[in-house]
C-alpha cells in the first residue's frame, strides 16, 4: 500500500472519528444521564451547521461563526429541554421516539423555510486554507488537521469536566441515582437542562466544524446520526469512553473500508464483479462491524454501569 | 353476531370503494387507497413485534425495500408472476429478519431501536450500491405483474389483491395473537423474567415473532412496487421505519386493526396537510410532538372507549 495514500485516509478516517465523538459524546450523555433517546441530535448538529453559515457569511468571521453556532445550539437544546422533552423522562422510549422524530421533521423544515431547499457551501476560514506536509510529498489541508485538533480538545475538555468538577460530579451521581441527588438539595431539573444544552453545543460544534467540510442542507443531520447511533450502540450506550474508542473505531473503518476495500476485493475477484460489491461492501463494513460486536458482547464494548 | 356483521359491512364497504371513487369521478383516490392498505400491512406487522413483543423496530422500512426489489429485480429480468415475487420476498424478508434478529434480540430497549435502524441502513446502502437495478435513482418497472389472469396494472385489482392480503394478514394475526403464542409475547413485555421461570422459550418467541413480522412487511413492500410501478432505495429511509412506528401509535399498539386505523390517519393527514402547504412536515411535525406530550390515547383506544361507553 501506497504509504502516502495511507497517512492522508488514516487522518480523514481520526477527522471522521472526531467529530462521531462530538455527536456520539452528547447523545451517550444525555441517554446515559436522563434515559432520554433523542432522534433529533442529528438536527442540532445541523442547526450548528446553519447558524455558522449564517454568521461566518454575515461576518466573513469563522471564531464569530463558531462561537454563535456553541451559542445558538446551546440554547436551542435548552428550549426544547425546557418546553417538551423534559416532559418525555418518566415515559418509555416510544413517546421520545415519537416527539424528537416530530422535532427532526420541524427542524428540517425550518431549515428549508429559512435558508432554501438548496445546499450552502462554506469556504474554508483564509488563516486554514493552505496545506501541510505530513509526509514528504503528502500535503493535507490544514482544516481536516485543526478539525482534529479541535475534536481532541474538546474530547480532553469534557473528560476532565466529568471527571474533575463539581458539575461532573453531580453529572455522574444523577446518572446513577437521580432521587439521590435531588434529596441532597441540587435542582436536579436545571441540571438537567445543562446537560442537555451541553450536549446539544457538542453537536453544535461539530455541525459547525464540518460547515465547510461538507455542504450544508436540510436533512444534512440524519445521516450523521444513524452513524452516532452505530458508534453509541458499539461503544457501549451511555459510556462516554466508550463513545470515544468506538467513534475512532468507526470513523477508520469506514474512511479506510471506503479508500481500500474496492481496490483489494479488485485484486481477488473479476473486475465486473469487484465493482459491483466493492462500494456496497465498503459502506456497509461499519454496520457488520457493528453485528459482529454485538454478536459478542450485546451491551456495547464498555458498557456503562447505568442506563 | 353484530360485531361479526358490523365487520362484514366495513369489508363491503372497503370491496366497494373502488366503484364509489368512480362514481364520485375521483379515480385518484383508489391508488390513494392502495398506498393505505400496503401501509396499514406493515404497520400491523410491526405491531406484532412493538405492540404485543414490545420490542421498538426503527428498521421496519428495510422489509418494505426487501419485498420492493424482490418485485424490481424479477420484474426487470422478465418475470411478472405475483405469486414468484411474493415468495422471493417472503424468503427473503423472513431471512433477513431471522439473521439480524438473532443478533438484534440479544439486546434490548434502546439498543434494539438503534440495532434495527442500523440494520435498516445497511439494506439501503446496499439498494443504493446496485447500480444494475438503478442504485441511487431507483428502478422503473416497465412491466406490470400479473396474478393468474389478473394484471395487476389495474388500479382497482390491485386495490382488491391489497385489500385480500390485509384481511388475510389480519386474520392470521389475530389467530396468531389470540393463541399461546400471543400470550407469551404480551407476558413476557409485561415480566420477562417471571415468563423465564415458568419454563417458556421467550427468545424463540419474540425471534418468530420479529420473524413473521418481517415477512408480513416484505409483502406490504411487493404491493407498494405494485402500486407505484417503482423501486427506490428511499423506500427503506429511516424516515419511513419512522413514520410506520408514528402509525402503530396512532393507532394505539397492541391492537392489530389500531395499525390499520393509524396508518389510514397519518396518510390522510400528511395528504390533507400537503393540500394546504408545502410546509406540511412542519405542521405534522408539531402534530406528533403534541401528540407524545399529552397524555396518550390512541385513536383505537379511543374508538374502544366511545364504543365501550355507548
Excluded at chain 1, 61 to 70: C, D, M, Q, T, V
Excluded at chain 2, 37 to 61: E, N, P, Q, R, T
Excluded at chain 2, 123 to 129: D, E, K, R, T
Aim: proline share 3%; net charge positive; with cysteine.
Amino acid at each position: 500500500m501506497d504509504p502516502i495514500l495511507l497517512a492522508t485516509q488514516a487522518l480523514n478516517g481520526l477527522q471522521l472519528g472526531v467529530m462521531l465523538f462530538l455527536m456520539a459524546a452528547g447523545m451517550t450523555l444525555v441517554f446515559g444521564i436522563m434515559g432520554l433517546i433523542n432522534l433529533a441530535h442529528g438536527s442540532l448538529y445541523m442547526a450548528g451547521a446553519y447558524a455558522m453559515a449564517a454568521t461566518f457569511g454575515a461576518t466573513g468571521s469563522f471564531l464569530a461563526g463558531l462561537g454563535a453556532a456553541l451559542a445558538a445550539v446551546a440554547v436551542l437544546g435548552a428550549a426544547m429541554e425546557y418546553a417538551v422533552l423534559r416532559r418525555l423522562y418518566a415515559r418509555d422510549h416510544l413517546d421520545q421516539v415519537l416527539a424528537t422524530f416530530g422535532f427532526i421533521l420541524v427542524f428540517n423544515e425550518l431549515a428549508r423555510m429559512i435558508w432554501g431547499p438548496a445546499a450552502l457551501f462554506l469556504t474554508v476560514p483564509a488563516a486554514l486554507s493552505h496545506t501541510v506536509e505530513i509526509l514528504p510529498g503528502a500535503p493535507y489541508p490544514a482544516y481536516r488537521l485543526a478539525v482534529i485538533g479541535a475534536g481532541i480538545a474538546v474530547a480532553i475538555a469534557l473528560y476532565l469536566l466529568i471527571a474533575r468538577t463539581r458539575l461532573g460530579m453531580l453529572i455522574r451521581a444523577g446518572a446513577s441515582n437521580r432521587t439521590m441527588v435531588s434529596a441532597l438539595g441540587v435542582d436536579i431539573g436545571r441540571l438537567y437542562t445543562l446537560v442537555f444544552a451541553l450536549g446539544a453545543a457538542l453537536a453544535g460544534l461539530a455541525g459547525a466544524m464540518a460547515g465547510p467540510v461538507l455542504s450544508v442542507e436540510p436533512g444534512m443531520g440524519e445521516p450523521v446520526l444513524i452513524l452516532t447511533l452505530v458508534v453509541i450502540v458499539v461503544g457501549g450506550i451511555g459510556s462516554i469512553r466508550g463513545a470515544f474508542v468506538a467513534a475512532l473505531l468507526i470513523g477508520f473503518i469506514d474512511t479506510i473500508g471506503r479508500a481500500f476495500l474496492p481496490a483489494l476485493l479488485r485484486d481477488l475477484l473479476a473486475p465486473s464483479a469487484a465493482n459491483a460489491v466493492g462500494p456496497a461492501l465498503a459502506s456497509m463494513l461499519i454496520y457488520l462491524t457493528m453485528a459482529v460486536v454485538l454478536a459478542i458482547r450485546p451491551q456495547g464494548l464498555f458498557a456503562a454501569r447505568t442506563g | 353476531m353484530v360485531r361479526l356483521l358490523s365487520w362484514a359491512a366495513l369489508l363491503a364497504a372497503a370491496a366497494l370503494l373502488p366503484f364509489a371513487a368512480d362514481l364520485a369521478g375521483q379515480g385518484y383516490y383508489v391508488g390513494f387507497a392502495t398506498r393505505i392498505l400496503v401501509f396499514a400491512i406493515a404497520a400491523m406487522a410491526l405491531d406484532l413485534v412493538l405492540g404485543y413483543g414490545g420490542l421498538v423496530s426503527l428498521g421496519h422500512a428495510a422489509y418494505l425495500g426487501i419485498g420492493a426489489y424482490a418485485v424490481g429485480i424479477w420484474t426487470s429480468h422478465g418475470v411478472t408472476a405475483a405469486p414468484v415475487h411474493w415468495a422471493t420476498a417472503i424468503a427473503a424478508g423472513g431471512l433477513f429478519a431471522l439473521l439480524t434478529g438473532l443478533v438484534a434480540l440479544r439486546t434490548a430497549g434502546v439498543a434494539f431501536i438503534m440495532i434495527t435502524l442500523a440494520f435498516a441502513q445497511m439494506l439501503f446502502f446496499l439498494a443504493v450500491s446496485l447500480k444494475g437495478y438503478g442504485g441511487d435513482d431507483g428502478l422503473t418497472l416497465w412491466d406490470t405483474a400479473r396474478l393468474g389472469p389478473l394484471d395487476l396494472g389495474d388500479d382497482r385489482t390491485l386495490y382488491w389483491v391489497a385489500l385480500a392480503w390485509l384481511v388475510l394478514l389480519l386474520l392470521l394475526g389475530r389467530r396468531l395473537v389470540g393463541a399461546r403464542f400471543g400470550l407469551v409475547l404480551l407476558g413476557a413485555r409485561a415480566n420477562e423474567r417471571r415468563m423465564r421461570a415458568m419454563g417458556l422459550e421467550v427468545g424463540r418467541h419474540r425471534l418468530l415473532a420479529y420473524v413473521l413480522s418481517g415477512m408480513a412487511t416484505s409483502i406490504a413492500g411487493c404491493l407498494l412496487a405494485h402500486t407505484t410501478d417503482f423501486v427506490s432505495p428511499a423506500y427503506m429511509n429511516w424516515q419511513v421505519s419512522g413514520e410506520l412506528v408514528v402509525m402503530v401509535i396512532l393507532g394505539g399498539i397492541g391492537t392489530l386493526y389500531g395499525a390499520i386505523v393509524g396508518a389510514a390517519a397519518l396518510l390522510l393527514l400528511e395528504e390533507l396537510l400537503a393540500g394546504l402547504t408545502q410546509h406540511w412536515r412542519l405542521i405534522l411535525g408539531a402534530i406528533l410532538i403534541a401528540m407524545a406530550i399529552l397524555p396518550r390515547r390512541g385513536l383505537a383506544t379511543l374508538l374502544a372507549a366511545i364504543r365501550g361507553r355507548s
